[in-house]
């Protein structure tokens, strides 16, 4: 299929402002980078095709006036929309003579927004969309690509998000629920761009202590702390021309989050001990399975840092979500595990099929594939309703004797039937129970 929506570069000092213009960019079915500073555009604007840009005046350091004045003669044929809060005659004149092709006074409408947008890229429309040096045209998207696999609309838009960002160094902030695939998604990005034959590298920073991530990711010098014998390279330097992948990058503590800043901003890293940074060419993937804006809101991750992560933001869908690519699913890891366990003959009966579309799979396809294993270890040919674990079947209330059991199960019974209520939605569920959304998948496994 086409890929239809246009790459549209935001730019604003206003971080509220910023979640503002791209929810109401994304409702509209448009690609959205984000940028919170012109240095920022800059960077975005060399990486990566942008179809129309969209920026703020009154911004420090370097204003609005002097990208338009940029991009009018770097990017002639790049149309422009201003947005401010402070309107003048003089400004919206100075705004069109930089090249700007429409003129939006804050605040406005979603409909106001909506028509700018539209008139800044009637000259576009006619074009085809441009992923670095290649036109994309009619294609069509495989049920399987770089190891994903599905058909659903929503598999569809990832898809299409990676061929947008596949060819270039954008930072990418992928979120979804935990076992949804999240590195599975970092590495078709790499593994399908520009940049296949560079490292990959990936850190689950949730895994490595606290007191150890920053001496893992950024290397240290011989003596820079006890035990320090040899000088070390960090993930970062591994990574260095390619990818790195931080996969939970919600735990990260605030010295970390610190360095990463710098990171972003300077494209430097400096060791611990070191005196003198290293300069580096990265791309930066992060992922996280929590709601990491309301991190934001309660001061336990930094702002600045939320949005320079977030310049493209690729949201992976639960599979309760996308219930249509159950069935490929599962025939893809009854093939798997069929083949590992040298049993031919294994099938599944239609009546399991018509469950598993049923189920709310809080694990996700995690829970999918472990599932699929188990059935497959203990069965040898016909897999149907007897050989399936009791709490994928229909469930009733009764009001008779009540049957005791352990309090550990009658707690996931509960926790599931709270998921149930609100459709499968992890953080609302977690908010009703009164615990966080980790403890909520600690208790569900």
Known sequence: MALKRENILIVDDNYDMLEVLQRNLKALDYHVYKASSVKEALDILKLSAIDLLITDIQMPEVNGIELLKYAGEHYPFLPKLVITGFPS???????????????LVKPFTSNELKNS???????KLASPIQLGDKSVKDQDIPMVYAGIIGKSSSIQNVIESIERVKNNRATILI??????????????????????????IAVNCGAI??????????????????????????????????????????????????KLLRVLQEKEVTKIGATKPQKIQIRIIAATNEDLYQQVQKGTFREDLYYRLNVVDIHVPNLHERKEDIPLLVQYFLSKYA????????????????????????????????CIQKLTIMN?????????????KYKIETTGKETFVPLEQMEKQYIQKVLSSVDNN????????????????????
């Open 89 to 103: 005659i003089t400004s919206a004149v100075t705004a069109i003579q930089s090249g700007a092709t429409d003129y």
């Open 117 to 123: 947008v539209k008139k800044s890229l009637k000259n």
């Open 175 to 200: 979120q979804g629920e935990s076992g949804t695939g999240k590195e599975l998604i970092a590495r078709a990005i790499h593994y399908k761009g520009s940049f296949a034959g560079n490292p990959f």
């Open 209 to 258: 202590p606290e007191n150890l991530l920053e001496s893992e990711l950024f290397g240290y010098e011989k003596g820079a702390f006890t035990g320090a014998n040899q000088n070390k390279e960090g993930f970062f330097q591994a990574a260095n021309t390619g990818t790195i992948f931080l996969d939970e990058i919600g735990t990260a503590p605030a010295s970390v989050q610190v």
């Open 339 to 370: 083949k590992e366990y040298a049993k031919d003959k294994i099938q599944l009966s239609d009546r399991i099929y018509e469950i598993f579309e049923r189920y709310p799979w809080p694990g996700n396809i995690r829970e999918l594939e472990n």
């Open 380 to 392: 040898e040919d016909q897999v149907d309703l007897p050989q399936l674990p009791k709490h994928f």
């Open 426 to 445: 992890k953080t609302k569920a977690a908010e009703i129970l009164k615990i966080n959304r980790k403890t909520l998948r600690s208790k569900l496994e």
